[in-house]
């Protein structure tokens, strides 16, 4: 039986239509949304977005409502299936990642952690 592999990394269309906007002036064809996670804050894993003006050997490169995205291969597994947002509120704006592989997350938001980390909880600092 063949095992359909999830997407991972998809856009909203308000993420892609704000990266649109970010990206509209930019002559480079090559830019893109870097999405990585790294560890930190106190749930383990914390996630981090950039533009990026090309993708590394390590990356994989994929497209999302017609914006690049490079993950790097330590963030596949930790990012599979998710999908990128852009809110826009009056508590703020910004990019969301909805992260299908988080069993839990900080009170902040801004961390979280997956079922495979038994790594120990740290303080919340923002």
Do not use: W
């Not at 893109?32 to 993708?55: H, I, K, N, Q």
């Not at 997350?105 to 979280?112: D, I, M, N, V, Y």
């Amino acid at each position: 039986m063949l095992e359909v592999q999830p997407t991972v990394v998809s856009l909203t269309d308000a993420a892609a239509a704000k990266l649109h906007d970010l990206t509209a002036e930019e002559k480079n064809p090559a830019i893109g949304l870097r999405v990585y996670v790294y560890s930190g804050g106190c749930s383990g894993f914390r996630y981090g977005m950039m533009l990026e003006d090309a993708p590394t050997a390590d990356d994989k490169v994929l497209e999302a409502n017609g914006v690049k995205v490079y993950v790097d291969g330590n963030s596949v597994d930790l990012l599979k299936g998710s999908q990128i947002d852009y809110v826009d509120t009056l508590m703020g704006a910004g990019f969301t990642v909805n992260n299908p592989n988080a069993v839990a997350a900080c009170g902040c938001g801004s961390s979280f952690r997956t079922a495979d980390d038994s790594g120990q909880a740290r303080g919340c600092a923002h």
